[in-house]
């Protein structure tokens, strides 16, 4: 879909974000390591972690894994559908999401990431060097790296990234100043309903980090 297309600026001027940069990493991988995407993924992170309840589109997942998943799927007209047929209807993981986890797994990923088990030092460094979010894409964060969000909150600075799919939102934040990480899943997705994972990531910091003083 991107082939003989223009660039919307040159290399290192701007950013937005793209699911078909992501594809084309998937593809580096894969042409690099001479394996699969989901090998390498395998191999070099769910393994060697323990992420046992982790999974791809198109494996085998237990059922009791699996919550159902609503979303405003027709008419955007405020009812929720049960879509966790369309969900599982989806055929394999790219490079560009379609994995499916748990709070459990996703916070141990965090640990590893930012403590320094799955990069090197230089890596680490390289994806935290942040560049300035385009206007359009400010709702997101304020600043992005590789692949992860920068942004100060009433709790401090957080860094991580959001994810969905349908009728499924995760939202995973690091708080490099206390080494802690904060994981919201939900099972409801809508737009035209108010989206519930941002106020439980703020009671949840509420309990853990206390209430921001707004004066």
Do not use: C
Request: overall charge negative.
């Amino acid at each position: 879909y991107v082939a003989g297309e223009d660039p919307y600026f040159a290399p290192g001027k701007s950013f937005e974000y793209s699911n078909t940069n992501y594809l084309l990493l998937g593809m580096i991988i894969e042409s690099a390591a001479g394996n699969s995407y989901k090998n390498e993924v395998n191999r070099l992170i769910l393994e060697p972690l323990g992420l046992d309840n982790t999974y791809f589109m198109g494996d085998e997942i237990p059922e009791k894994i699996l919550v159902n998943s609503y979303a405003d799927a027709i008419g955007q007209d405020g009812i929720l559908e049960d879509t966790t047929e369309i969900f599982s209807s989806l055929p394999v993981t790219l490079a560009d999401g379609g994995i499916i986890s748990n709070t459990q797994d996703i916070a141990r990923f965090s640990d590893a990431l930012f403590g320094g088990e799955l990069l090197t030092p230089e890596s680490l460094n390289t994806m935290l060097s942040w560049s300035n979010i385009d206007e359009r894409e400010i709702e997101v964060g304020d600043d992005y790296g590789l692949g992860i969000y920068e942004e100060q909150t009433p709790w401090g600075e957080i860094w991580g990234h959001d994810g969905g799919a349908v009728g499924y939102i995760s939202k995973m934040r690091y708080f490099p100043e206390s080494d802690s990480t904060v994981v919201v899943l939900t099972n409801q997705a809508s737009y035209s309903l108010p989206s519930a994972t941002d106020s439980i990531f703020s009671a949840v910091n509420n309990t853990l980090f206390g209430e921001p003083n707004n004066d």
